[in-house]
T-cell receptor, first 111, second 113 residues
């Protein structure tokens, strides 16, 4: 399967703490993307990291990619209650445009 | 406002009926996608289209059909041949294939009884 797998399935933290989610995959990729599912239930793109990149930042988000271990992590610093939702990783391999989504990590941030 | 619209938000159908889900985008994107999401699951690709009048099957195309007659529209028909059609359906678009983020609509929740 080319599907990514997030770990943990659920994560519960206090506001202000950092949240780390991991994604593992099995085949070679062109890029890996992270999305969150918003309150309207559509997905919102967070970050895209290409296979030749190791780290990217966007605001409070930091994504790392280790292609030798076929894994990525998403770090959300100084979490807020509004960060509570599901986060998904998606990999794009040799078939351009096709994304393979994991099952997601449900993040709960308590005030 | 640029974006993707899906209608309706909730849809109820009787078993054995075909139903068409609407997806429209005004982002001028070439590529469009249909995904299905089941509870506690990730998204699974049903069909995608790179360009008008062209589309490819995804991982779970059986029981579904699509058309792409206009750049901005990519309707999905859930046929009576789909064994378990009750699910949340998400439409997305991107500016191209390969290294582009996908923009998602708000989804349609289909319930078939």
């Amino acid at each position: 399967s080319q599907q990514g797998e997030e770990d943990p399935q659920a994560l519960s933290i206090q506001e202000g703490e950092n949240a780390t989610m991991n994604c593992s995959y099995k085949t070679s990729i062109n890029n890996l993307q992270w999305y969150r599912q918003n309150s309207g239930r559509g997905l919102v793109h967070l970050i895209l990291i290409r296979s030749n990149e190791r780290e990217k930042h966007s605001g409070r988000l930091r994504v790392t990619l280790d292609t030798s271990k076929k894994s990525s992590s998403l770090l959300i610093t100084a979490s807020r209650a509004a960060d509570t939702t599901s986060y998904f990783c998606a990999t794009e391999g040799s078939t351009l445009g096709r994304l393979y989504f994991g099952r997601g990590t449900q993040l709960t941030v308590w005030p | 406002d640029g974006g993707i619209t899906q209608s309706p938000k909730y849809l109820f159908r009787k078993e054995g009926q075909n139903v068409t889900l609407s997806c429209e985008q005004n982002l001028n994107h070439d590529a469009m996608y249909w995904y299905r999401q089941d509870p506690g699951q990730g998204l699974r690709l049903i069909y995608y289209s790179q360009i008008v009048n062209d589309f490819q099957k995804g991982d779970i195309a059986e029981g579904y059909s699509v058309s792409r007659e206009k750049k901005e529209s990519f309707p999905l028909t859930v046929t009576s041949a789909q064994k378990n059609p009750t699910a949340f359906y998400l439409c997305a678009s991107s500016n191209g294939l390969g290294g582009y983020e996908q923009y998602f609509g708000p989804g349609t929740r289909l319930t078939v009884t």
